[in-house]
């Protein structure tokens, strides 16, 4: 069964980090773009962050950049977010995805998606 798993959610203060992990089932996830996108409440899914096969090359929405960074660790085939100060506005489900076109302006719908991981940030 091809799934990707997605780890590390919780409840954090505003301020706070928090660092997410996914990992894949049934085929390797270091062969493909990643990336990780999240839902609110009421909201559409939106696009957080990708990163190449290598992760040499990233991409941010402006939401947030400079706060999030995402990485792939090649030898555990994993990929993580690491989310800092992070603010009210970030609560949401967080989706790891993989295999997918991305770009600043477009990214493809990704061919697998985890289950989600809930972030809340709150005080």
């Known amino acids: 069964q091809l799934q990707l798993v997605e780890s590390g959610g919780g409840l954090v203060q505003p301020g706070g980090s928090l660092t997410l992990s996914c990992a894949a089932s049934?085929?390797?996830?270091?062969?493909?773009?990643g990336g990780w996108f999240r839902q609110a409440p009421g909201k559409e899914r939106e696009f957080v962050a990708c990163?190449?096969?290598?992760?040499?090359?990233?991409f941010y929405a402006d939401s947030v950049r400079g706060r999030f960074t995402i990485s792939r660790d090649k030898s555990q085939d994993t990929m993580s977010l690491q989310m800092n100060s992070l603010e009210p506005e970030d609560t949401a489900v967080y989706f790891c995805?993989?295999?997918?076109?991305?770009?600043?302006?477009?990214?493809?719908?990704?061919?697998?998606w985890g289950q989600g991981t809930q972030v809340t940030v709150s005080a």
């Open positions: 995805a993989a295999r997918f076109s991305c770009s600043p302006s477009f990214q493809e719908r990704p061919h697998y």
């Open positions: 049934g085929f390797t996830l270091g062969l493909y773009t």
């Open positions: 990163a190449s096969s290598i992760g040499r090359v990233a």
